[in-house]
Structures are given as structure tokens and as C-alpha cells.
């Protein structure tokens, strides 16, 4: 059974364009994440959601929403794509008090 | 607020050599701290953590950590490199045990050589 995926795995796509990144857990964790690697494999964290509290970094560009239908779901969001927006998505989760993120295998966009 | 920094982007061993990933954080609160392992093309995965109780930490995969509050250092370490463990490692802190403020260093990519 997959912790957590995403899906697609890989995604090419026009510059302007629309496009939508999906996460689900099947672990039952309360908290979600989604995290940006750059193509020289440094991370950031974008989001870190809740059924609480949306927590936003502030360096993201409000291009980039996440959406969560429920617990299990947190979807990103990308308006207006740009070719700086080409990465790898990591999405994760952890438990309520917990202190481990599982994270999924990633989505590669590219924007041409 | 919490920074990691990995000496050293990219680390070569010989297999069966020793395995030294250094990681040095600066923290205003008691840390706890993480190994990440990237292997290509898939996800993070744990190798281990520290959150405040024994300084030595096991880990999977024969890896271990200690943390050294006076260096503010959590190297890795793995006594003999096994080609299995190329791959991308991550160090991470978090001011609290639950992991909503992760911050990650840059990485650094072992290469195991034969």
C-alpha cells in the first residue's frame, strides 16, 4: 500500500497554463505538506495544512493554492505557470505530535 | 529561527570506507533533528532522528548520528560504505517534535565507488 502518492508523476506543460498537483495519505495523519526542490535538490516548504490552519510560507507566490476536499487530500493549485516554476513537488505528512514526515515520490513540472 | 548547513555538496567514499555526512545547525530553541536519504528519482525517507533523549542515535541502514550540543553538529555517520547508499542526504531541524517548521539543508550526494 502507497503512504502517500501523487499524482501525475510527471507533468509538461505550456508556460500561462493552469495546472493541478493531487496528494493523498492513506496513514490518517492530520497534517500535510508541500515542499519545492529546486534543480539543485534544495527543499522548501510551500504549505503546511491542517483541518486547522493553513500555514503559508511567505516567499510563495500566491499563484500556488492548496486545496484540501478532506483530511486525507491536499491538492496544489498553480495559476499562470512560469518557467521558474519547473521542480519537483514533494507533498508529506505526520501524525498529530508526531515528529517524522512520509513523504510522496514526487511530481517533475516542467514548464516550457 | 532554525538554519542547516551541510559541509560539502558532494562526498565520494570507497565501498567499505567510512561514511562522514557533516550537518551543523544554529537553533533558538532545543532543536530535534533529522537525516533524510533521496534515493533517485523517489521520495525522502527518514534514516533517522533526534529529539532530545539519548545524544547517539541508530538509525536504519547501519547509519547512525550524534548530536553535540556544544558543536551544534549532527554529522552522520556509517561505519562501511555500501554501493546501496548512493544517494541524496538531507539534514533537517525543527523546533518542536511535530514537524511543521522543517527546515532542510541543501544536501549532499554520496557516491559510493567500487
Known amino acids: 500500500d502507497t503512504a502517500v502518492s501523487q499524482t501525475p508523476k510527471y507533468l509538461v506543460t505550456q508556460m500561462g497554463n493552469d495546472k493541478s498537483i493531487k496528494c493523498e495519505q492513506n496513514?490518517?495523519?492530520?497534517?500535510m505538506y508541500w515542499y519545492k526542490q529546486d534543480s539543485k535538490k534544495f527543499l522548501k516548504i510551500m504549505f503546511s495544512y491542517n483541518n486547522k490552519e493553513l500555514i503559508i510560507n511567505e516567499t510563495v507566490p500566491n499563484r500556488f493554492s492548496p486545496k484540501s476536499p478532506d483530511k486525507a487530500h491536499l491538492n496544489l493549485h498553480i495559476n499562470s505557470l512560469e518557467l521558474g516554476d519547473s521542480a519537483v513537488y514533494f507533498c508529506?505528512?505526520?501524525?498529530?505530535?508526531?515528529?517524522?514526515?512520509?513523504f510522496g515520490p514526487g511530481t517533475r513540472l516542467t514548464v516550457l | 529561527a532554525q538554519s542547516v548547513t551541510q559541509l560539502g555538496s558532494h562526498v565520494s567514499v570507497s565501498e567499505g570506507a567510512l561514511v562522514l555526512l557533516r550537518c551543523n545547525y544554529s537553533s533558538s530553541v532545543p532543536p530535534y533533528l533529522f537525516w533524510y536519504v533521496q534515493y533517485p528519482n523517489q521520495g525522502l525517507q527518514l534514516l533517522l532522528k533526534y529529539t532530545s533523549a539519548a545524544t547517539l542515535v541508530k538509525g536504519i541502514n547501519g547509519f547512525e548520528a550524534e548530536f553535540k550540543k556544544s558543536e551544534t553538529s549532527f554529522h552522520l555517520t556509517k561505519p562501511s560504505a555500501h554501493m546501496s547508499d548512493a544517494a541524496e542526504y538531507f539534514c533537517a531541524v525543527s523546533p518542536a517534535p511535530y514537524g511543521q517548521n522543517f527546515v532542510f539543508g541543501p544536501g549532499t550526494r554520496l557516491s559510493v565507488l567500487p
Open positions: 508529506a505528512s505526520t501524525p498529530e505530535g508526531g515528529d517524522t514526515q512520509y
Open positions: 496513514l490518517g495523519h492530520d497534517t
